[in-house]
C-alpha cells in the first residue's frame, strides 16, 4: 500500500498532517489548525479532502473545520467522549477502536492528559502514529485536565509501538523542550545528539516534526521516566515511573 504523507505549518507553531491516497485521489486530514494552508497545501496538488481526523478539542487543532468540510463531501472523525467540544462528527470513535481509511486500519487509542478525551491515531501501514498535543517531540503536552498518570498511560501506549513509527505531534516546540531535556539530562548522548540535530534542522528552517519514536524514547526525557539509570540520575530510583513523570512535568511547567 502507497499512502503519501505531507506535514502542513499553520498558525505560528501548529502542524497539521494530510494522507493521500494515490489510488482514489482521496486525502485525510489529522487536525485542523486553520484552513487557508491546508486548503493550498491540496490545491497545489490537486488533492481532494475526503476526511477530517481530530485529537482533540482545543482551538488550535480544530479551528479550520467549518471551512474545509465546506469543500465538498467531507467525513469528520472524532472521539465520541469529545464530541460535546468538537465540530459536527460524522463518526464518533472510542479508544480500541479500528477503522478503514484508504484500505489501511487506523487503531484509535486513549491520549488523555493534556485534556480528557484526547485520542491518537495509529495508522501501522503508514508507519505513523498521530499524537496531537500528548507525546511529542523531545516533550509532551501540558497537562489541562488529565492527571499525570493519565499522560503517562498515554506516552507507555504510545512507546509501545514498533521504534520505526513515525510521531506526528501538533506542534513546533522541539527546540525548547530540547533545552529542558538538557536541565535534567545533560550526559545522556542520545540527547546530545538530537539537540544538535533539532538544532540544525532549525537553523535550516526545516521542521523537527515527524520524529522517529526510537529517538524519543532514547532522548525524550518523559519517555525515560521508567530508565532505572535516569532515575538514578535524578535522585528518584525509588519512585514509580508515574511519580517520575509527575516531577518532570512540573518541572518543565516551571522551566
Not at 89 to 108: K, N, T, W
Not at 129 to 138: K, N, P, W, Y
Not at 180 to 198: G, H, K, M, W, Y
Request: hydrophobic share 45%.
Amino acid at each position: 500500500m502507497t499512502l503519501t504523507l505531507v506535514t502542513i505549518p499553520c498558525l505560528a507553531d501548529n502542524y497539521a498532517f494530510l494522507i493521500h491516497d494515490p489510488a482514489s485521489g482521496d486525502t485525510a486530514l489529522v487536525d485542523a489548525p486553520e484552513a487557508a494552508p491546508i486548503a493550498a497545501a491540496l490545491d497545489a496538488r490537486g488533492w481532494r479532502l475526503s476526511h477530517i481526523l481530530l485529537t482533540h478539542h482545543h482551538d488550535d487543532h480544530i479551528a479550520g473545520v467549518p471551512e474545509l468540510r465546506a469543500r465538498g463531501d467531507v467525513t469528520v472523525i472524532g472521539a465520541a467522549a469529545d464530541a460535546h467540544r468538537l465540530p459536527p462528527l460524522d463518526r464518533a470513535v472510542a479508544p480500541g477502536e479500528s477503522f478503514d481509511l484508504f484500505g489501511a486500519r487506523v487503531d484509535v487509542s486513549d491520549a488523555s492528559g493534556h485534556t480528557v478525551g484526547h485520542i491518537a491515531f495509529h495508522v501501522p501501514d503508514l508507519g505513523a502514529v498521530f499524537t496531537g498535543d500528548s507525546l511529542m517531540a523531545m516533550g509532551c503536552g501540558r497537562l489541562f485536565e488529565g492527571s499525570p498518570e493519565q499522560m503517562w498511560a498515554t506516552l507507555s501506549h504510545l512507546a509501545s509501538l514498533p521504534p520505526q513509527t513515525l510521531v506526528c505531534s501538533g506542534h513546533e516546540y522541539t527546540a525548547a523542550n530540547c533545552r529542558f531535556a538538557e536541565s535534567v539530562d545533560p550526559a545522556n548522548p542520545a540527547r546530545i545528539a538530537r539537540t544538535a540535530a533539532v538544532t540544525a534542522a532549525r537553523a535550516a528552517g526545516k521542521p523537527t516534526v515527524p520524529s522517529v519514536l526510537a529517538d524519543e524514547i532514547a532522548a525524550n526525557p518523559f519517555l525515560r521516566a521508567a530508565n532505572a539509570a535516569f532515575r538514578a540520575e535524578i535522585g528518584m530510583a525509588d519512585r514509580t515511573p508515574a511519580q517520575v513523570f509527575a516531577h518532570l512535568r512540573a518541572l518543565k511547567d516551571r522551566f
